[in-house]
């Protein structure tokens, strides 16, 4: 799910300002967290939802500028207050993690994309307003960024996830291409498996694409940080296309090289 699944496209420190580490790692703090609410343990279902309820009443809480003692909401709090942060993306993450709770199959693309709005794209949103960025075509490059970038992670993590009785790939697309999920349950990629992630991943290589002016038209440090996190979706997509197995037996990530060539594209 999504707060774990930035691993690929991490927000490097000392590229961030200092004047705002504090939220963003207060923001990380209440993402990561209510993640693992909803994906980690073995609580059942019910309390599962019951704590992420309770999350959406500390925001609540928030909202009628009453104090919290919760750990994770106490420098929330600070942030939004100090930076006039919306609500808004704080309840729609916490909204993905509850669906992850009870939704584990995605009938067509358009639920999957409902998914993404919810989970990831939230982040981009958040990060764009501590910059002071309002601008609508950045909050829209931003959202097709980050939306790409949940779905390659939903590639790269085919395997991870249906061991978690969770598939985030069309159903209508899996019986298209006549996927079963004794097929993936078994890394089996004969038949038309390549066919399918080939589909899968240049849908998200055109999204990645159409957000990606954004990263030239930032400037400073968030401009860097950001055509770096391109560069790492383009490589992932990169090796997923070289070998469409490779989700069951060789996840691909982003190595040590990897990160020093991006960096050096993204400079120059």
Known sequence: MPVDHYENFPVASWLLPKRLRQPVEAI????????????????????????????????????????????????????????????????DLLSAFAQDVEKTRYANFGEIMDYCRRSANPVGRLMLHLYGDRDPRHLAYSDAICSSLQLINFLQDIAVDYRKDRIYLPQDELDAHRISETQIAQGDTRGLWHMMMHKQIERARKLLQAGAPLGRQLKGRIGLEL??????????LRKLHADPGCVFHNRPVLTKKDWIVMLGRAIF
């Open 227 to 236: 055509r770096v996190t391109i560069l790492g979706g383009e490589t992932i």
């Open 28 to 91: 990380y703090r209440f993402a990561r967290s209510a993640d693992d609410i909803a994906d980690e343990g073995d609580a059942p279902a019910a309390t599962r939802l019951d704590q992420l309820a309770a999350y959406h009443a500390e925001l609540d809480r928030i909202e009628r500028g009453e104090s919290s003692r919760h750990p994770v909401f106490v420098p929330l709090a600070a942030a939004i207050r100090d930076y006039a942060i919306p609500l808004s993306p704080f309840r």
